[in-house]
């Protein structure tokens, strides 16, 4: 008997639908890297030879698991941040990317951002789709008052920062990181960076 494809399987490429596929396996997590490609392509009853083809190799499924994943969270968050101010926000990218059930997507991203650093043409859409977050949040920054150039390096500092809590979350859990996005939000208080220097 065949394996039945859902609605959304049928529909598109070939390689969506075994995105579909992949993210229907591992739901909200992803596969550990000591996985090998054909233990993904058994759990999604395919070949091994179609998911080289396709994504090359177990990082570029990685990668390519982690954009959709990512892309999905993040457009559910935009559409919640339509009535939210900028300081919401950011505590809702946290609360989304820390909760439990997203640790093993928190180390692969994490995996899969350090061999990007070594290749990043290998990685092309990887590294473009993680700014999704800080043209979000450049936007919301924007709407409450900064110009163009604070809003995006407003934004780029919280994104970098809410990475560094994030990683420091995935190597040492439970080291109460929350208290720090409490502190990032307050430091951006201001609005906007220092034109001058301080008078001594």
């Known amino acids: 008997m065949g394996v039945i494809l859902s609605t959304s399987e049928r529909k598109g490429s070939a390689r969506e639908r075994l995105l579909a596929r992949l993210l229907d396996a591992f739901g909200e997590a992803l596969p550990p890297p000591e996985m090998s490609l054909r233990e993904i392509a058994a759990r999604i009853e395919t070949s091994?030879?179609?998911?080289?083809?396709?994504?090359?190799?177990l990082s570029g499924v990685l990668a390519t698991m982690l954009e959709a994943q990512r892309s999905r969270d993040n457009e559910a968050l935009w559409e919640a941040a339509q009535q939210s101010t900028f300081d919401d926000f950011v505590v809702a990218i946290w609360r989304t990317y820390t909760r439990?059930?997203?640790?093993?997507?928190?180390?692969?991203?994490?995996?899969?951002?350090?061999?990007?650093?070594?290749?990043?043409?290998?990685?092309?859409?990887?590294?473009?789709?993680?700014?999704?977050l800080t043209v979000m949040l450049s936007s919301l920054a924007e709407r409450e008052g900064l110009d163009t150039k604070e809003a995006r390096d407003v934004?780029?500092?919280t994104v970098a920062a809410l990475r560094g809590l994030l990683l420091?979350?995935?190597?040492?859990?439970?080291?109460?990181?929350?208290?720090?996005?409490?502190?990032?939000?307050?430091?951006?208080?201001?609005r906007?960076?220092?034109?001058?220097?301080?008078e001594r």
Not at 192 to 198: C, K, M
């Open 155 to 157: 934004a780029t500092v």
């Open 100 to 132: 439990p059930e997203q640790l093993s997507r928190a180390r692969g991203f994490f995996y899969v951002a350090g061999l990007a650093a070594y290749g990043p043409e290998d990685f092309r859409e990887f590294v473009e789709s993680i700014g999704d």
């Open 168 to 190: 420091q979350e995935v190597l040492t859990p439970g080291t109460r990181s929350e208290d720090a996005v409490t502190l990032i939000l307050r430091m951006r208080e201001g």
């Open 48 to 57: 091994h030879a179609l998911l080289r083809y396709h994504f090359g190799s």
């Open 192 to 198: 906007s960076v220092p034109r001058s220097r301080p």
